[in-house]
Nanobody, 121 residues
């Protein structure tokens, strides 16, 4: 049974930082693309960042230069370091997994339950 468990969300002031973690179990982690998406009420889930099986990464334009995705294949964990946070980064952040490469259109195989990030102005 595959599980993705996110942690690290919370309330932070604008300009602050948070680090999200997603611990995966039940899948061959090093062969999977791992990614982060976010969603606000009334909007579609949007791509944030991905770390693919090859080690390549990609980012949404809105977070490039502020967020960094990384993974530890020995711990089966993917991280999202979020710096210079803005109120518009407020959302529920979801971890996703897909064999090989993350689909930026959200068509991914596995999802976590989400963790709330709130950035106050």
């Amino acid at each position: 049974q595959v599980q993705l468990v996110e942690s690290g969300g919370g309330l932070v002031q604008a300009g602050g930082s948070l680090r999200l973690s997603c611990a995966a179990s039940g899948l061959p982690f090093s062969a999977y693309g791992m990614g982060w998406f976010r969603q606000v009420p009334g909007k579609e889930r949007e791509f944030v960042a991905a770390s693919n099986w090859s080690g390549s990464t990609n980012y949404a334009d809105s977070v490039r230069g502020r967020f960094t995705i990384s993974r530890d294949n020995t711990k089966h964990t993917v991280y999202l370091q979020m710096n210079s946070l803005k109120p518009e980064d407020t959302a529920v952040y979801y971890c996703a997994a897909r064999p090989g490469i993350i689909a930026t259109d959200a068509n991914n195989k596995y999802w976590g339950q989400g963790t709330q990030v709130t950035v106050s102005s």
